[in-house]
C-alpha cells in the first residue's frame, strides 16, 4: 500500500497532529511537497501534501483563508502540514475553520519535525510499495511462468484471475472465446466478443478499456500487423502495481505461446503439404503415416476438399482461358508459410476454418499454395459450416455495396468437393475446381459440387463465347424469318422438342406436317447441315436454349 496521511499520522519520528479533516486521513499521499507561495496550485499535480510556514500568508484573515484551501482541494491536494513555532506559535483558527469547512486534512508540525524529515518518510514508504509491487511481480511472473509450463493457457488464466483478484479470458484469431477463469467468467466474455472484434482490427500491439458491470481490460496478443489472440482482464476497480505487474508478465507468456505456435503452424503445414501430395497422388498410407496423430481421425471419415482462390488470381486465370490439372497443383513445398491475413482473403478464410475445427476440436488440413488455398475437413463439420458461413456473409456484403453504389468487391472465390474417402482425393481436387470454375463464371463466391450435378448444364453455358456460338449457328434463320417468309427458328424449336415427331410438332405449330416438312429441309439448306445429324441436332438445340435464356 502507498503511504496515507493516517500512516503519517501514526509515523513515531514525526509527531504530527491532526488539526482537520480527521475522516479523510486514508487517502494515499503521492509526494510532500514545502511551498511558501501564496498561490502554489499551478506547481501540483494532485496527491501532495503540502507543507507550509505561513510566510506569505495572512493566515488570520478567514477569508483569505477560505480561498487558499478552496484553490488546494481543487487542484487534488490531499492535506496540508502546518509548522508552528515559525511564524505562528500554533495554526490560526482562520486556517483551522477554512480546513474544516472544505475537508481538507489539516497536520499540524511541531518546530522540532523539520519538513525534510516528512518528506523522507513520504520518499522511504512509497520506496517500500514500489518494492513490495517489484517483488510480487517477480512472484507473479514465477508463478505464471509454471502454470504456463504446466498447464497451459488454461493454468495461466486461472493464476493470473486469482492474482488481479478478477476474471480473465484468451480469445483466438476471430474474437471467440477460447477458455476462461474462473469457469463463471464465460458468459461476461462472451458479452464483450464485439470489442475483442474492434481490437482486432487495430495494428498489435493495442489494447482497450471496456466498462460494465467489470471494469475490463483488452490486450491484443502477437507481434504480427493482426493480433493473433486477444487477453481480457476484468476486475471491480483499476488495477495496481503489482496486478499490472501480473497481467503485463501474462500478456508476455501468452504472446511467446503464440508466436511459438506460429512456428509450429508453419512445421505443420509443412506436412500437411506432403501429405496432401501423398493423397493426391494415391498414396493414402503413406500419408496416414506421414500424417501420425496431427490429423487425428480427418483421413478415416468423409471429408471435403475446398479449393479457394483470391479474386484477382481468378481472373488472371480465366483470362488466360487455362485451369490448373491436378497434376500440377499440389503444393510446392515454398508455398507453405502461414499466411499474412492483413487485407488477404485466403488467410480471412484460413483463419475462419481453423477457429472453427479448433473450438470444435475437429481435425482440419489447411494448405496455402501462393494464390489458392487448400483445405481438407471433415464432411458436416463445423470447418465446412464456417466456410459457407464466410462465404455467405460475403456475399451479403457484396450484395449490400451493389446496391448502395453498384460496384462489385468479389474477393474470394471457392469451390467444394462432394464428401470423398482418401482414397478419392485426387477426384475431390477435380470436383473442387470444376466447382470452383463455375463460382468464377457466375460470379459467385462458393459453389458446391452437388449443384453441378443437380442443375443444369445450361447455366454453365452462359457466357460470351457460348452466345456467340449461338448467334452464328442461328444468325441465316434468324435473317430468313425476318423478310417473312416463314417462321423457321420456331419450326425448328417445336419439330426437335417433340423428337422429330412431325404431327406432334404440326400440331403444336397450327400447322400441316407437309408445311413443316417443306420448313425443316429449309432449314437444311440455309445451314448446310442434316437434321439425320444427332450431333446437329444436339448443337441447334442447346443454341435455340442459350438464345432463349438470353432473351433473344
Not at 501514526?10 to 488539526?19: C, N
Not at 514500489?130 to 507473479?140: D, E, M, S, W
Not at 463460382?439 to 459467385?444: I, T
Not at 422429330?500 to 400441316?512: C, F
Amino acid at each position: 500500500m502507498p503511504p496515507t496521511l493516517a500512516s503519517l499520522v501514526h509515523h513515531s519520528a514525526l509527531k504530527l497532529t491532526v488539526r482537520a479533516g480527521e475522516e479523510r486521513l486514508d487517502v494515499p499521499v503521492r509526494w510532500a511537497h514545502a511551498s511558501e507561495l501564496a498561490d502554489p496550485v499551478p506547481y501540483m499535480e494532485g496527491g501532495e501534501l503540502l507543507l507550509i510556514t505561513a510566510l506569505k500568508l495572512d493566515a488570520e484573515d478567514p477569508e483569505a483563508m477560505r480561498r487558499y484551501v478552496k484553490r488546494l482541494a481543487g487542484a487534488g491536494v490531499v492535506g496540508l502540514g502546518f509548522a508552528v513555532g515559525v511564524h505562528y506559535e500554533e495554526i490560526p483558527k482562520a486556517l483551522v475553520d477554512a480546513a474544516e469547512e472544505e475537508g481538507l486534512p489539516l497536520l499540524e508540525v511541531p518546530r522540532r519535525t523539520p519538513f525534510l524529515a516528512i518528506s523522507k518518510a513520504v520518499s522511504a514508504a512509497i520506496a517500500a510499495d514500489q518494492y513490495r509491487a517489484v517483488t510480487a511481480g517477480f512472484a507473479a511472473q514465477r508463478e505464471l511462468t509454471k502454470q504456463a509450463l504446466n498447464d497451459g493457457p488454461e493454468g495461466l488464466l486461472a493464476s493470473l484471475a486469482g492474482q488481479v483478484d478478477g476474471w480473465a479470458a484468451l480469445y483466438d484469431a476471430s474474437g471467440a472465446v477460447v477458455a476462461t477463469a474462473p469457469e463463471w467468467a464465460g458468459r461476461r466474455a462472451a458479452r464483450i466478443t464485439p470489442d475483442v472484434e474492434r481490437l482486432r482490427d487495430r495494428p498489435a500491439p493495442a489494447s482497450s478499456v471496456v466498462g460494465g458491470e467489470d471494469r475490463v481490460e483488452l490486450h491484443s496478443l502477437g507481434t504480427g500487423r493482426r493480433p493473433r489472440a486477444a487477453l481480457a482482464v476484468g476486475t471491480a476497480a483499476a488495477l495496481g502495481t503489482a496486478e499490472r505487474y501480473a497481467l503485463h508478465s501474462a500478456i508476455a507468456l501468452l504472446t511467446l505461446t503464440t508466436e511459438r505456435s506460429r512456428s509450429l503452424q508453419a512445421a505443420e503445414q509443412r506436412i500437411g503439404a506432403a501429405v496432401l501430395r501423398m493423397l493426391l497422388a494415391g498414396e493414402p498410407d503413406h500419408a496416414r503415416a506421414v500424417a501420425g496423430d496431427l490429423l487425428g481421425a480427418l483421413l478415416d471419415a468423409p471429408f471435403r476438399l475446398i479449393l479457394a482462390e483470391s479474386a484477382s488470381a481468378s481472373a488472371a486465370r480465366a483470362h488466360a482461358g487455362g485451369h490448373a490439372r491436378v497434376a500440377d497443383a499440389p503444393v510446392s513445398s515454398a508455398a507453405v508459410a502461414a499466411p499474412d491475413t492483413g487485407g488477404d482473403p485466403l488467410g480471412a478464410l484460413a483463419e475462419v476454418v481453423e477457429s472453427a475445427a479448433a473450438r470444435s476440436g475437429e481435425a482440419v488440413l489447411v494448405v496455402p499454395d501462393g494464390e489458392r488455398l487448400v483445405v481438407l475437413a471433415v464432411d458436416g463439420g463445423a470447418a465446412v459450416a464456417a466456410c459457407g458461413e464466410h462465404a455467405a456473409a460475403l456475399e451479403a456484403a457484396r450484395a449490400s455495396v451493389r446496391e448502395q453504389s453498384g460496384g462489385d468487391d468479389t474477393e474470394l472465390v471457392v469451390g467444394l468437393s462432394a464428401p470423398v474417402g482418401p482414397i478419392a482425393v485426387g477426384a475431390a481436387y477435380k470436383q473442387a475446381e470444376q466447382a470452383l470454375s463455375v463460382a468464377r463464371r457466375r460470379g459467385r463466391f462458393l459453389v458446391e459440387h452437388e449443384e453441378l450435378a443437380a442443375g443444369s448444364v445450361l447455366p454453365l453455358l452462359a457466357d460470351d463465347a457460348v452466345r456467340a456460338f449461338a448467334d452464328g449457328l442461328l444468325r441465316a434463320l434468324h435473317e430468313h424469318d425476318a423478310t417473312g417468309r416463314g417462321d423457321l427458328v420456331a419450326s425448328l424449336r417445336a419439330w426437335l422438342s417433340r423428337h422429330g415427331q412431325w404431327d406432334a410438332a404440326a400440331a403444336d405449330l397450327g400447322v400441316h406436317r407437309h408445311t413443316l416438312r417443306y420448313r425443316m429441309r429449309r432449314v437444311e439448306e440455309i445451314l448446310g447441315r442434316s437434321l439425320d445429324d444427332a450431333d446437329v441436332r444436339m448443337e441447334l438445340w442447346l443454341a435455340l436454349k442459350v438464345t432463349a435464356a438470353a432473351g433473344e
